[in-house]
């Protein structure tokens, strides 16, 4: 069984940021991708980031390109979701997730980012 434990969320004015992070538990962290989701209220669960075994791939969403970094430490079995130049439509609860086989296979239970005009 995996844990996925995320951390780093709260409340920032736009144009501040936040570094979120996601630590995990199990010997295999470093043989998966990693990915972070966000949901904000009353909407459906969207793609933020992905982040290859090893780090050398990443995705973004292009509400996000150019704003957010993903990155990871395996030695420390953490994924970080840096995020820049925040704006109030970047509120939202945000998840970390494995990457498994074909689909996201295991959730954190999220934090939550709330960014004020």
């Known amino acids: 069984q995996v844990q996925l434990v995320e951390s780093g969320g709260g409340l920032v004015q736009a144009g501040g940021s936040l570094r979120l992070s996601c630590v995990a538990s199990?010997?295999?962290?470093?043989?998966?991708?990693m990915g972070w989701f966000r949901q904000a209220p009353g909407k459906e669960r969207e793609f933020v980031a992905l982040i290859s075994w090893n780090g050398g791939n990443t995705y973004y969403a292009d509400s996000v390109k150019g704003r957010f970094t993903i990155s990871r430490d395996n030695a420390k079995n953490t994924v970080y979701l840096q995020m820049n130049s925040l704006k109030p439509e970047d509120t939202a609860i945000y998840f970390c997730?494995?990457?498994?086989?074909?689909?996201?296979?295991?959730w954190g239970q999220g934090t939550q980012v709330t960014v004020s005009s």
């Open positions: 199990g010997r295999t962290f470093s043989s998966y991708g």
């Open positions: 997730a494995r990457h498994g086989s074909s689909d996201y296979d295991y």
